[in-house]
């Protein structure tokens, strides 16, 4: 069964840093890129960040650019997503998705994501 | 990137339809074919409906149905069920690694 589970969420004070998993299961890893989602609470669904198959391309929304950053260890089927100088606006449930289709595919960083976990809560609060 | 945006809520009775529409831009909705749609139930992972415009998921029930006209997107829900009730949303890529998701709709089932 295709699966991601999140974890590492938890209340942090403005500032401060919190890593998040994702780990992957029920596919093969290494052929997907993987995308971060947030939902702030009573908010849309906002891209936060993605990473190539390989780890070696990251992108960001402007709203994290400079602060967050991305790795991924392929042999553990997990992507870290390392948030550093958190702020309020911060908060909210994050996910991990898959892309729709592998890194064989053009299209593999436009389609959308077809898998998601069920989210991991960040609160960024003094 | 601007959100894509969509009605806060529509409603309707059992076997009524409803439409969720997704307003976006030439840069977004309108130039790319990637559009998807997802339903969420609360604290349950977001589930893909709809891919590539218009094209069904294997095993999702061909109640769900969808377009694209200009910049706008629409998902159609047939023949409404209970279980139908959750948060509907919608999603474009945007161009140069930009990913735009819509507002979210809650779909209720009177």
């Known amino acids: 069964q295709v699966q991601l589970v999140e974890s590492g969420g938890g209340v942090v004070q403005p500032g401060r840093s919190l890593r998040l998993s994702c780990a992957a299961s029920?596919?093969?890893?290494?052929?997907?890129?993987i995308h971060w989602v947030r939902q702030p609470p009573g908010k849309g669904l906002e891209w936060v960040a993605l990473?190539?198959?390989?780890?070696?391309?990251?992108y960001f929304a402007d709203s994290v650019k400079g602060r967050f950053t991305l790795s991924r260890d392929n042999s553990k089927n997990t992507v870290f997503l390392q948030m550093n100088s958190l702020r309020p606006e911060d908060s909210g449930l994050y996910f991990c998705?898959?892309?729709?289709?592998?890194?064989?595919?053009?299209?593999?960083?436009?389609?959308?994501?077809?898998?998601w976990g069920p989210g991991t809560m960040v609160t960024v609060s003094s | 990137q601007s959100a894509l945006t969509q009605p806060r809520s529509v409603s309707g009775s059992p076997g009524q339809s409803v439409t969720i529409s997704c307003a976006g831009t030439?840069?977004?909705?309108?130039?790319?074919?990637?559009v998807s749609w997802y339903q969420h139930h609360p604290d349950r992972a977001p589930k893909l409906i709809i891919r590539?415009?218009?094209k069904r998921p294997s095993g999702v029930p061909d109640r769900f149905s969808a377009s694209k006209s200009g910049n706008t997107a629409s998902l159609t829900i047939s023949g409404l069920q209970a279980g139908d009730e959750a948060d509907y949303f919608c999603?474009?890529?945007?161009?140069?690694?930009?990913?735009?998701f819509g507002t979210g709709t809650k779909v209720t089932v009177l």
């Open positions: 030439s840069s977004d909705v309108g130039r790319y074919d990637y």
């Open positions: 029920g596919f093969t890893f290494i052929d997907y890129a």
């Open positions: 999603y474009s890529y945007a161009g140069n690694y930009i990913y735009v």
């Open positions: 990473t190539s198959f390989d780890g070696g391309n990251h």
């Open positions: 590539d415009v218009d």
């Open positions: 998705a898959k892309p729709q289709h592998p890194r064989y595919s053009s299209t593999w960083y436009m389609v959308g994501v077809d898998i």
